[in-house]
């Protein structure tokens, strides 16, 4: 899983083991201590997560069920809409390095902050039947070339990260 190096971020984990015999889960947080002050919000962070699923002891149909449903329940409004722009997201199947990937990317635009906007970009290996990697990387105020930069170099690094 590509991990920032800690220099800039503050990380943290946790690991949940199934109590009823199901999924376990560990997740990886990394989130940059530093903001820009814009009136009544920030902006300017970097946010990483990552979550490895086993579900090695359930079938394959219902790790599936449980780990697509892990994917769907993620939320990409984070200012109130005077502020900003709903999110425009665009989702498509892809190999990295040769490892499959669902990935989700995502562009709320600033409104008072012409040019600028928040990125989203959600990946989940599906390389397994019975476990997968989840991943989530959240840049704020960056341009939307440089939005396009980041979005792909963060799927990139799960190929590399896989060889």
Request: contains cysteine; charged residues 25%.
């Amino acid at each position: 899983m590509p991990v920032p190096p800690d220099e800039f971020m503050r990380c943290w984990g946790s690991s949940e083991p199934s109590r009823t015999g199901g999924l376990d889960l560990e997740r990886s947080d990394c989130v940059m201590d530093t903001r820009i002050f814009v009136g009544d919000y920030t902006t300017g962070s970097i946010g990483v997560r990552h979550e490895s699923y086993d579900g090695s002891k359930l079938g394959a149909l219902r790790f599936a069920a449980r780990y697509a449903a892990s994917f769907r329940n993620e939320g990409f409004v984070r200012l109130r809409s005077e502020y900003q722009t709903k999110p425009q997201c665009n989702e498509d199947y892809v190999a990295s390095g040769g490892l499959p990937l669902r990935a989700v990317i995502c562009l709320r635009a600033y409104k008072k902050l012409p040019q600028l906007y928040d990125l989203s970009v959600l990946v989940a290996t599906l390389d397994q039947s019975r476990s997968g990697v989840q991943g989530r990387f959240d840049a704020q105020g960056l341009s939307f070339a440089n939005a396009q930069r980041l979005a792909k170099h963060y799927i990139e690094a799960y190929g590399w990260a896989a060889h």
